[in-house]
């Protein structure tokens, strides 16, 4: 497979907040995806629901030469579409570098109404074939983002098959839909939230039984394993060791899921993805604290999608559960006179060990020597969500490297 490529391929993160946006841009995204409250998949990962926030964060991302793309990825039905100009000529006028779209009328109207503003498509649009990115290419997109179903063979043969300017994007981390390209009826029937329009409730993730018609309330389960019965979990993706592939695949950007994580999550998993996608580019193997710190932050157990072909790796038989190995307990506020001054998130004491997470660096393990109040203070534990407390430390670190502690669990979802 040989890669057409012009310019460098682009690592894109989620950012569900003003603090994961801050995550994502610290450890190296080139671009973010957000979305507000109206036409966006996740609906309750939309905080910049303000024209002010919204023009904020794209200004905080253009300061750093990064981009700003704004979600409409919904299936909007027709009341939904009296809102759609409104929302659109708040993104230009806010200065989105695109809009990513997942619905043919609303590329249509943007189209119209807006048509030098740049339109991604998105993977809710099932797109799988040369043909279709032709024929969205045709209509003015400038990129596609593609079906997690495709093999990574597929995805070569697409970008041999259309125009060396049409972009391809790939999800490469993340939670999976087991429903084709995340069109799914599940949650709107069980539960009346629906996931085409960004409210759904998970139910892959549900312990199922079935009943009988005529025994009433007996219930049986369909047994996978002794442990129970998950007819449609998925596991997550993770393609960190493979960025090589993807690029001589012809990929433009490398996209990691998550807009309903925390900046903990989006700062780590950029910060490994950014290091590996570096070392692809030289043509080196990620490094080993890249492909571990992957695995610091929750997730389920790991695959690689559909990208080799490997459908039985996909679905997750024994649990819904999470895999925990860390907790982040504060955040750097600043680095002086041999101290590291924290705001606190989860609780700590004295003496415990700990780890640095900085932008572009394997972690570091220090202690939590002289642990110490905002009023300066000798102190046994900082127990206070938020309170801001310092630790001596004599190494330079950044501020917003995040403090974490090592802890090892496995919950359920």
């Known amino acids: 497979m040989t890669a057409r490529r012009t310019n460098k391929p682009e690592l894109l993160s989620p950012a569900g907040d003003a603090e994961c946006l801050t995550a994502a841009l610290d450890y190296g995204a080139d671009a973010v995806y957000l ?40 299936l909007p039905h027709n009341a939904d579409l009296l809102q759609f100009p409104q929302f659109l000529q708040e993104a230009a006028d806010a200065g989105v570098d695109a809009l990513i779209l997942a619905d043919l009328g609303l590329l249509s109207m943007t189209k119209q109404r807006m048509p030098d503003l740049e339109v991604h498509m998105s993977t809710q649009t099932g797109i799988v074939n040369a043909a279709a990115c032709q024929a969205l290419y045709n209509l003015g997109v400038k990129r596609v983002v593609l079906a997690r179903e495709l093999s990574l063979e597929e995805i070569a043969e697409i970008r041999a098959k259309v125009p060396a300017d049409l972009e391809l994007e790939v999800f490469v981390h993340g939670a999976m839909c087991m429903s084709f390209s995340g069109r799914c009826l599940l949650s709107a029937y069980l539960t009346g939230r629906d996931a085409n329009r960004g409210a759904c409730a998970q139910p892959c993730r549900w ?46 950007s490398l996209k990691i899921e998550g807009r309903n994580k925390s900046a903990y999550y989006v700062a780590v998993v950029t910060n490994a993805y950014r290091a590996a996608l570096d070392a692809a580019m030289r043509y080196e193997p990620a490094p080993q604290w890249a492909l ?3 695995r610091q932050v929750s997730h389920r157990e790991y695959c690689t ?18 895999v925990h190995l860390c907790d982040v307990v504060a955040v750097v506020d600043a680095c002086r006179d041999g101290r590291l001054y924290l705001t606190q998130r989860n609780r700590f004491f004295a003496g415990d060990t700990l780890e640095v997470v900085s932008p572009g660096v394997p972690p570091v393990t220090i202690t939590a020597a002289d642990l110490r109040d905002d009023d300066n203070l000798a102190i046994e534990t900082a127990n206070h969500a938020m309170m801001r407390c310092s630790i001596a ?20 979802s």
């Open 35 to 74: 979305g507000r409250n109206q036409f966006s998949m996740r609906a309750a990962a939309s905080h910049f629901q303000s024209d002010e926030q919204l023009q904020q964060a794209v200004a905080q991302a253009h300061r750093c030469g990064k981009k700003v793309y704004l979600t409409c990825n919904t």
């Open 207 to 252: 312990k199922y039984h079935i009943m009988e018609e005529t025994r009433d309330g007996q219930y049986f389960q369909v047994e996978e394993t002794d442990e129970g019965t998950y007819l449609f979990n998925a596991k997550d993706l993770c393609v960190i060791a493979h960025l090589r592939a993807l690029l001589d695949a012809g990929v433009d």
């Open 292 to 294: 571990d710190e992957v």
């Open 305 to 322: 999608g559909f990208f080799f072909d490997r459908l039985d790796a996909v679905q997750r038989y024994e649990n819904s559960s999470y």
């Open 393 to 412: 430390c004599e190494m330079t670190v950044p501020k917003n490297s995040m403090i974490r502690r090592r802890v090892g669990s496995a919950t359920a």
